[in-house]
């Protein structure tokens, strides 16, 4: 084994628990649910708000007002 000084044994260690708690701090980021929901909310309103897609959900939603009209007015 080599003889290696207490003092640079010790700083090695520091620098290492500093890269450990970096990686940790870095890990928590990326995993905290708020911000995975704000990413995956930020996606979908950019997918939405695509002209072809609007156009699509706003045919959609008049498809479903002039079912509803037909379905209260043959009752």
């Known amino acids: 084994m080599a003889d290696r000084d207490p003092d640079?044994?010790?700083?090695?260690?520091?620098?290492?628990?500093?890269?450990?708690?970096?990686?940790v701090d870095s890990l928590a980021e990326r995993a905290n649910p708020r911000r995975l929901a704000d990413d995956a909310?930020?996606?979908?309103l950019a997918f939405v708000k695509k002209p072809a897609v609007a156009m699509s959900l706003a045919g959609l939603g008049a498809l479903g007002v002039v079912l509803v009209i037909r379905k209260i007015r043959n009752r």
Request: glycine letters at 0%; aromatic letters at 0%; a positive charge.
């Open 41 to 44: 909310k930020a996606r979908v």
């Open 8 to 23: 640079t044994i010790k700083k090695e260690i520091d620098e290492a628990r500093d890269r450990l708690a970096s990686t």
